[in-house]
């Protein structure tokens, strides 16, 4: 009964290639994240999405894409790879009452040779 | 926009010790301040938070404060316990409401 589950957990890949993370999650919320945490443990919103619509869009490469084919996913999908972009990456959704409490994933940790 | 700045960035308390972590926030619009808990490989989880319209908020041996006009909140932990080893983030929600930026992070190790 995983309440936000990510896949894969683990992604390692080549510089230049094409990758995607999916993100589902089974709370009936309407809004979901993508976060990246770097080797420093910093945490940073990437996008969010409510009911599909895009509502927050960071200063990310569009490399970066990120995709919502119902309000239940919000996957990721990352063009031509760079080495700065091994993170880890969560997903999070929060409720209809509001964007307050988040609930996390467990994350992807993506590292690119 | 909100910057949150979270100290000490490691702390090292010897089981059953009190550990204090503090965060100070930049815009004073913020009116949701949670504290997550990340144990090593899994994702962070929230474990209190508070809203600005209240001072002090506990539960069982985690309590935080918020202190709105200095801009600045602390998590509070009594009787450590090894599993509470964790990395912990402070963060705000900002004065737009949408979205939470967070602290640097907590290295908590409660040494047994």
């Known amino acids: 009964d995983t309440a936000v589950s990510q896949t894969p957990k683990y992604l390692v890949t080549q510089m230049g290639n094409d990758k995607s993370i999916k993100c589902e999650q089974n709370l009936g919320h309407d809004t979901m994240y993508w976060y990246k945490q770097d080797s420093k443990k910093f945490l940073k919103i990437m996008f969010s999405y409510n009911n599909k619509e895009l509502i927050i869009n960071e200063t990310v490469p569009n490399r970066f894409s990120p995709k919502s084919p119902d309000k239940a996913h919000l996957n990721l999908h990352i063009n031509s790879l760079e080495l700065g972009d091994s993170a880890v990456y969560f997903c999070?959704?929060?409720?209809?009452?509001?964007?307050?409490?988040?609930?996390f994933g467990p994350g992807t940790r993506l590292l690119v040779l | 926009g909100e910057n949150v700045e979270q100290h000490p960035s490691t702390l090292s308390v010897q089981e059953g010790d009190s550990a204090v972590i503090k965060c100070t926030y930049s815009?004073?619009?913020?009116?949701?301040f949670p504290w997550y808990k990340q144990e090593l490989g899994k994702g962070p989880q929230l474990i209190i938070d508070?809203?600005?319209?209240?001072g002090e908020k506990k539960d069982q041996r985690i309590a935080v404060t918020l202190n709105k006009t200095a801009k600045h909140f602390s998590l509070h932990i009594t009787e450590t316990q090894p599993e509470d080893s964790a990395v912990y983030f402070c963060?705000?929600?900002?004065?737009?409401?949408?979205?939470?930026?967070f602290g640097a992070g907590t290295i908590l190790r409660v040494k047994s």
């Open positions: 508070i809203r600005s319209n209240v």
């Open positions: 999070a959704s929060s409720p209809p009452s509001g964007i307050e409490t988040q609930y």
């Open positions: 815009d004073s619009a913020s009116n949701y």
């Open positions: 963060a705000a929600l900002g004065g737009y409401g949408n979205k939470l930026v």
